[in-house]
């Protein structure tokens, strides 16, 4: 049974990767213990006991969970994943930028374009003087795309400011 689990995959609860088992011994109480590689640098290594591992079979491959995580590797799978997060946030806006600076070229071509047709259509005409009317000016309504923008760059400060990255 000790020899049986080396090298196999350990999980916690929430399928997060956690490591490699390493080696199997027996401790000086009697117990037997994993030793789990992790992917992460502090920590490093693991020992846990045989007991809080749970063997899991999915399609033909063994692998366990671990029962209890340790707070310290708990911690260290919290700030992967938000640096995941937050690396796939900036990713997502520079993606979002890029779009609408191709539509804006795009645009500018079109104008440019048109811009000679809108010198031969333009004519002054002299109009006599009347009474100034009012005229109201509707609000500004942002488009799909400038509401998504700006909703996702304020996140990506949020995330910033909460995690202390420049």
């Given at each position: 049974m000790l020899v049986d689990i080396r090298g196999r995959?350990?999980?916690?609860k929430e399928g997060d990767f956690i490591g490699v088992?390493?080696?199997v011994f027996v401790d000086e109480t009697g117990h037997q213990e994993a030793v789990i590689e992790t992917e992460y640098p502090d920590p490093s290594e693991?020992?846990?006991?045989?007991?809080?591992?749970?063997?899991?079979?999915?399609?033909g491959?063994?692998?366990y969970?671990?029962?209890v995580v340790?707070?310290?590797?708990?911690?260290?799978?919290?700030?992967?994943?938000?640096?995941e997060m937050l690396k796939k946030a900036e990713e997502e806006l520079k993606m979002k930028e890029n779009e609408e600076e191709v539509e804006k070229e795009e645009v500018e071509q079109v104008e440019e374009i048109k811009e000679p047709e809108k010198e031969i259509e333009e004519i002054p005409v002299v109009k006599e003087e009347t009474e100034p009317q009012i005229v109201e000016v509707e609000p500004k309504i942002e488009t799909e795309t400038e509401k998504k923008k700006g909703l996702l760059a304020r996140l990506i400060e949020f995330l910033k400011r909460i995690f202390g990255l420049k």
């Open positions: 995959k350990v999980f916690s088992i390493k080696d693991i020992r846990v006991s045989i007991t809080s591992l749970m063997r899991k079979e999915e399609e491959e063994i692998s969970i671990l029962k340790p707070v310290k590797l708990k911690l260290a799978i919290e700030e992967k994943k938000r640096q």
